[in-house]
């Protein structure tokens, strides 16, 4: 089908598919229709090789001849291209990171519109990161910091700073596996060599690697963008906000804020404000400038300025055939090569702004942070220079009220209250059995899926008295279902709901973009500290989830969570599969190594299942159930 109303049902988004904007306008939606349910069925299971060019081989697993023409087997191969999606992974988070640190420094010199917002949490981070905050003034105490954070990446030897924040028992265990990450860099780049043809063949060794390479991303790249960004843009605090594609404004010049470094998006959110911006739009007859984010650039200001997310990643598209968006600002990953192909057909322009990222059909305007105002008024200009040449419209009317901004810090507030702050409520109501256990709902969404699986999940989960933590596109979804507001509380088993009642908290807690699963590790981390539930992560009621996983990225931050001691649960396929062994080694021998393994499951009952019992099995292991 060339656009036209597709037969996918996909929430809000066939809604609009079905309208008249979007008549002609080809999709994701249609593409899935086209190309059947059903991906290339040999590659998905993970034992595709095109390492080297005496192949691509496939190989299967128990018959001989079908090892590859180097000899290598499935498993070696199944690891090998798990260690390299977990390295992809890694270096996208870490590479965000990077570009944070940068504007970080940037920052302290005083070459950015940006300030050093959190003087408390700067002061941490630098105890953390070994540098003593003592009679130095913040702009100096800044630059330490991240020239120290700069330097994690090209780190050769030694051990990353942060991973000294995790529980001792786990750091000992890291030791004795020679898991600890050393450098960033050094990390990624180690596994794609020794994922090169010939070079390490023991897919226990190889998932080693993937480990630390993992353990980079979580206690490193991801860590520091969430620590340093907080530092500069705000650490989160509880913020009513409004999402789904009912906030885009039919007499407002609409521009979307979509990809993952909220260095740009901050910019664009000063300049939406200026008042002479607002003149310029309001001469072209719209009322003002309206901000709206797509995917986790639309987390990220979310969390920090109430700044309404338009879609998750499945909704990027559908975004732009509404014919009221005027621009699509884009940086980096999970933006679809398809978006300039379909702003042709309306006023729409896509903007791309990384230098690392150009999309053939956009217009580039390069982003740059020392001229970051400048820019970023540049391309609001541009914005409201197209309005004029807006043609039908269709914005649906559906938007969900969110309560979003749980940092680990808020959690540690609205928990404990302002004066004592402290884990020691939640711990306590964990012990008690007001609360099950505690479980994240993390990750993308997806084409191929067409459940809601994350909503079904959560709801099966609070009303077995889990408290949920949720980061990334699955928290749009949830926040579009209502699982975001207080009110959902009512959804809840009877003891969780005294418990969020007592706060007036939601039972989903919006932690933020996916760097931010790093809040979680702290989260965890410092319920081991509070005591009362064992001495590591592996020993928390606690476990992680992705069903709708799609991006590389995903698969790093599970294998940060099992290596850190929290097992995680994805689906509905896993890259592994047709390698037993290989799988073996990741759903059962990472049990016995980390205390913590990797599930796979299809439907929201099954995660649901899965997860309690887990959650159950680790509190009968604590003493707190019979
Ligand atoms: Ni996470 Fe966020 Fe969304 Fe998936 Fe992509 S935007 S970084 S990768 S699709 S959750
Ligand atoms: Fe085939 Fe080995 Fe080359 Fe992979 S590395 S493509 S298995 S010969």
Redesign the pocket.
Known sequence: SNGGCPSIQCLVNREVLCQEPAQGVTTAAHRVEKRGATPCLFGQGGTCCRNCNMGPCQIIEGVEEMIGICGATASTVAARNFARIVAAGTA??SDHARETVLAFIATAKGETPYEIKDTLKLRRMAAWLGIDPAEKDIQQLALEVGETALAEFGKQEGSLHFIRRAPQKRQEIWQELGVVPRGIDREVVETMHRTHMGVDQDFRHIFRQAARCALADGWGGSMLATELQDIMFGTPVPIRTVVNLGVLKEDMVNITVH??EPVLAEALAMAAQDPEIIAEAKKVGAKGINLAG???TG?EILMRRGIPIAG??VQQEIALTTGAVEAMVVDV??VMQSLPEIARCFHTEVITTSDRAEIVGATHVPFDHHRALEVAKDIVRRAIARFPKRGKVYIPKAKMDVVAGFSHETILYIQGGRFRASYKPLNDNIINGRILGVAAI?????FRIQDEVHVELAKELIANNVLVLT????A?GLGRAGLLSPEAAELAGEGLREVLEAVGCPPVLHMG???DNSRILIAATEMVRTGGLGEDISDLPAIGCAPQ???E??IA?GQYFVASGASVVFGPTFPTTKSQEATDHLFKEMEEIYGARWFLAKEAKDFASIMIDQIRQKRKALGLDK
């Open positions: 996208s988070h990809g993952h797509i995917c986790c987390n998750s990643f990953q999970c993390v990750g993308c969404d997806n980061t990334g596109c699955a749009t973009s996916c760097v996983w799609m991006s990225k995903a931050i």
